[in-house]
T-cell receptor, first 111, second 116 residues
Framework: TQLLEQSPQFLSIQEGENLTVYCNSS?????LQWYRQEPGEGPVLLVT?????EVKKLKRLTFQFGDARKDSSLHITAAQPGDTGLYLC???????????FGGGTRVLVKP | DARVTQTPRDKVTEMGQEVTMRCQPI?????VFWYRQTMMQGLELLAY????????DSGMPKDRFSAEMPDATLATLKIQPSEPRDSAVYFC??????????????FGQGTRLTVV
């Protein structure tokens, strides 16, 4: 059982559509991060959120941290084929810097 | 361009053989993670270090796996003896604590291990 549950596991959409990926937990995290991983590469950090209710925008990507700091979402507007990849959320607790990852959402954006 | 370097990129070995994976963290980073990634289990944390001291290796099978940091520029993960179920991509990541438990982790390209 994953400490962080991501949904959906797989998402296939057409270019120009919007998508939302969710990351949920029963635990409270002091910070939550989103990474994107492409085939043959390691994950690359997209954003870190630390405050409950926080919303961060990175071009067409919008990240939200839940008020209770137990969940997060990633929304992509007008998806492009370059957004294709594995999206991973990762949580850390206040002590120890232990970074735990969710199972990932595989996103495919078709041209 | 600072990056985490892992060697080898690919390793095929026979069951029972010893495997050593190496990682050079980014200079100045004092936190090093080892993860294993498979389709079934995703990214699993095996062990992590701060200032070369192991903080948590509870995710690692102790009977066959060992992780060390001989110095600040080298982290190693050893499997002895290796088994087919160890086949996976092993990632090393390094970072620096930013407060509130937060670390911005920079990943290497991974070592793809196949045990036959």
């Amino acid at each position: 059982t994953q400490l962080l549950e991501q949904s959906p596991q797989f998402l296939s959409i057409q270019e120009g559509e919007n998508l939302t990926v969710y990351c949920n937990s029963s635990s409270v995290f002091s910070s939550l991060q989103w990474y994107r991983q492409e085939p043959g590469e390691g994950p690359v950090l997209l954003v870190t959120v630390v405050t409950g209710g926080e919303v961060k925008k990175l071009k067409r990507l919008t990240f939200q941290f839940g008020d209770a700091r137990k969940d997060s979402s990633l929304h992509i507007t007008a998806a492009q084929p370059g957004d294709t990849g594995l999206y991973l959320c990762a949580g850390a607790k206040a002590a120890g810097n232990k970074l735990t990852f969710g199972g990932g959402t595989r996103v495919l954006v078709k041209p | 361009d600072a990056r985490v370097t892992q060697t080898p990129r690919d390793k095929v070995t026979e069951m029972g053989q010893e495997v050593t994976m190496r990682c050079q963290p980014i200079l100045g980073h004092n936190t090093v993670f080892w993860y294993r990634q498979t389709m079934m289990q995703g990214l699993e944390l095996l062990a992590y270090f701060r200032n070369r001291a192991p903080l948590d290796d509870s995710g690692m099978p102790k009977d066959r796996f060992s992780a060390e940091m001989p110095d600040a520029t080298l982290a190693t993960l050893k499997i002895q003896p290796s088994e087919p179920r160890d086949s996976a991509v092993y990632f090393c990541a390094s970072g620096f604590p930013l407060g509130q438990g937060m670390v911005e982790a920079f990943f290497g390209q991974g070592t793809r291990l196949t045990v036959v």
